[in-house]
T-cell receptor, first 115, second 113 residues
Framework: KAGVTQTPRYLIKTRGQQVTLSCSPI?????VSWYQQTPGQGLQFLFE???????NKGNFPGRFSGRQFSNSRSEMNVSTLELGDSALYLC??????????????FGNGTRLTVT | GNSVTQMEGPVTLSEEAFLTINCTYT??????LFWYVQYPGEGLQLLLK?????DKGSNKGFEATYRKETTSFHLEKGSVQVSDSAVYFC????????????FGSGTRLSIRP
């Protein structure tokens, strides 16, 4: 069974640009969550999607957005990039996310560098 | 709100040493508790979990017991190997926000041969 796939692995962007990251969950998983990982802030929850609906949201500005498609694949978008957005962005899928016994399966992440 | 506090790293040990990484949590109700591990260049992998008080999670020689009285979920291993070198994250999820997992800051573990 294929794991969670994130593309691209690396991205370099300039301040003010926008970026789109992609995540393909494990087959059969309907919940997709996104996390930002930085050395200073650790892992911070961005949002979670289930059946194409955003079900939970972290404390990030509106520049961070996402969506989920009918095949459960998900994208996140960051507009008007800032230097502080440089981070590893991790996507995680789970069967349904509604059970707090359902563990997350993570992808290897997209490393975004903003210059 | 819910939070997880884990011991600062890095932790450096010799092979075959005993490992403890402390983790305490703050949460309302009865959260599920997890340990995730991140190897260099990879995403996080679930190492073990416990879903109710006094449960013991175990995997690959690692163990952690859900202690509600001390709100702790310390990770232990009796004899570490070089291949255990990684970053370890303690985490919780609550029934009220099941899809939102709160992670600790991570503890980097390095094992010397």
């Amino acid at each position: 069974k294929a794991g969670v796939t994130q593309t691209p692995r690396y991205l370099i962007k300039t301040r003010g640009q926008q970026v789109t990251l992609s995540c393909s969950p494990i087959s059969g998983h309907r919940s997709v969550s996104w996390y930002q990982q930085t050395p200073g802030q650790g892992l911070q929850f961005l949002f979670e999607y289930f059946s194409e609906t955003q079900r939970n949201k972290g404390n990030f500005p509106g520049r961070f957005s996402g969506r989920q498609f009918s095949n459960s694949r998900s994208e996140m978008n960051v507009s008007t990039l800032e230097l502080g957005d440089s981070a590893l962005y991790l996507c995680a899928s789970s069967l349904d996310g509604s059970s707090y016994n359902s563990p997350l399966h993570f992808g290897n992440g997209t490393r975004l560098t903003v210059t | 709100g819910n939070s997880v506090t884990q011991m600062e790293g890095p932790v450096t040990l010799s092979e075959e040493a005993f490992l403890t990484i402390n983790c305490t949590y703050t949460a309302t109700g009865y959260p599920s508790l997890f340990w995730y591990v991140q190897y260099p260049g990879e995403g996080l992998q679930l190492l073990l979990k416990a879903t109710k008080a006094d449960d013991k999670g175990s995997n690959k020689g690692f163990e952690a017991t859900y202690r509600k009285e001390t709100t702790s979920f310390h990770l232990e291993k009796g004899s570490v190997q070089v291949s255990d070198s990684a970053v370890y994250f303690c985490a919780l999820s609550s029934y009220s926000s099941a899809s939102k997992i709160i992670f600790g800051s991570g503890t980097r573990l390095s094992i010397r041969p």
